[in-house]
């Protein structure tokens, strides 16, 4: 099948207790609700847009390499602006932000406005639509370490949830209402979910004395955009060799799914509708494995032995992956893939969150958010290319050699026992 010319996208330490001002609520809610309709209402209704709108596929990937970038710069800015502001300060601008994106979205669909000015105007509030890394720092200053990869397995769980339904209803409230819908359904749910993160969210999750640590008492406010500041967390001991396991390793299967919109339509031939369901039952495998199955390995087997089996996921269902042929062949292997990256990206942050202060959970966090907006910066080009050039599957070839690189360099590192 001969691939067009296109350039597409799309599309979860050391702590102490702290003392709260009140109970805390659930706090899985809040990224569910902030992405529930991001996978089928947000930006591949944003793809369908500009055909709509007569845009071409090119201006669509400078559109998303935008998105990306911005999303790039802000995760990290986010978190440390969680570990300084508190968690309450960092939901509510977060959902904010969605809110100002879906409005724009929802605004670009009538034809009263000017849509493609207001198209080009969505990038502009996505460096902070970024609720999970705000609610991971959450769960991991009210975790013990030991307890952490469980807890951030089961706040995955909440974002199965939110692509389940987020799916279904943005792919079917695009069929039968138009593309508007449900970019207005989610606009209501993210201001709900600022007005809820406002009044029942703690001001601050962390202990006294990480707080301390991250404004010192009568010292200057930390600058939040302090880059150098950030960065220099990759630097401390054990941070950068995870760090970079964790990208290297999925981005082979993050370039996939910066093209799963195109392959939907071009090679697996789904409409919008279709493709939201495809993207549910990939939500329904994510909130199974992360929430009932990470946990329970966590318990039983090493971070390092996980992390190892998750790269030997992702070289086991490579090939599989280069000759498939259709969206049945795709579904069978799934579980494989669901897996992998669940328990790399469970392990990884477990391992870089606790590789960090106290103090400095949200931004390790952010900087570990970067890694999906990483592969939608260079996914339009570098997917695209690969795609023109070789069909849908390079991208199994490509997730094969890598990361049987990266189990090579994990075998020859000894696995600690997991201590009971």
């Not at 599989?320 to 469970?346: K, Q």
Request: overall charge positive; proline content about 8%.
């Amino acid at each position: 099948m001969s691939a067009p010319h296109i350039l597409p996208h799309v599309s979860p330490t050391r702590t102490e207790r702290a003392g709260l001002d009140a109970s805390p609520p659930l706090l899985p809610p809040p990224p569910g609700l902030e992405r529930c309709l991001e996978p089928a209402g947000g930006w591949l209704s944003a793809m369908y847009l500009t055909r709509r709108l007569g845009l071409d596929s090119v201006a669509f990937g400078h559109l998303q390499t935008t998105f990306g970038a911005l999303q790039l710069l802000g995760g990290p800015v986010l978190g440390r602006f969680a570990d300084r502001r508190g968690a309450r300060a960092a939901f509510t601008l977060t959902f904010l932000a969605s809110s100002a994106f879906y409005l724009l979205l929802a605004a670009a669909c009538s034809p009263a406005l000017p849509g493609v000015a207001l198209l080009y105007a969505t990038p502009l509030p996505v460096a902070f639509m970024q609720g999970m890394p705000v609610a991971q720092m959450t769960i991991a200053d009210l975790s013990e370490p030991q307890e952490l990869p469980a807890a951030l397995g089961r706040l995955g769980l909440c974002f199965g949830v939110g692509m389940i339904f987020g799916s279904l209803l943005g792919g079917t409230l695009s069929a039968t209402c138009g593309m508007h819908c449900p970019a207005t359904v989610a606009l209501v749910a993210n201001l709900v979910g600022a007005v809820l993160s406002f009044t029942f969210i703690p001001v601050s999750t962390k202990g006294a004395s990480a707080h301390d640590r991250a404004v010192p008492a009568g010292g200057p406010q930390a600058n939040v955009f302090d880059l150098k500041a950030i960065t220099r967390l990759l630097l401390q001991s054990g941070v950068l060799p995870v760090f970079l396991i964790k990208v290297a390793s999925s981005l082979p299967f993050g370039l996939f799914m910066v093209m799963f919109p195109i392959v939907s339509m071009d090679f697996f031939q789904l409409d919008a509708a279709q493709a939201g369901y495809l993207l549910s039952f990939f939500g329904l495998l994510q909130m199974v494995i992360q929430g009932l199955v990470i946990g329970r390995l966590s318990r039983r087997f090493s971070e390092r032995a996980l992390l190892r089996a998750s790269v030997l996921g992702f070289v086991l269902v490579g090939p599989a992956m280069a000759l498939m042929s259709d969206v049945l062949h795709f579904c069978l292997l799934m579980p494989g893939l669901v897996f992998s990256l669940c328990a790399l990206n469970v392990v990884t942050d477990s391992m870089l969150t606790k590789a960090v202060s106290a103090a400095d959970t949200g931004t390790m966090l952010g900087l570990c958010a970067t890694v999906q907006p990483l592969t939608q910066t260079l996914g339009p080009t570098l997917g695209g290319l690969l795609y023109r050039s070789f069909g849908v599957p390079v991208f199994g070839h490509v997730q094969f050699a890598i990361n049987l690189l990266v189990l090579l360099v994990l075998w020859r590192q000894p696995v600690p026992r997991k201590k009971d």
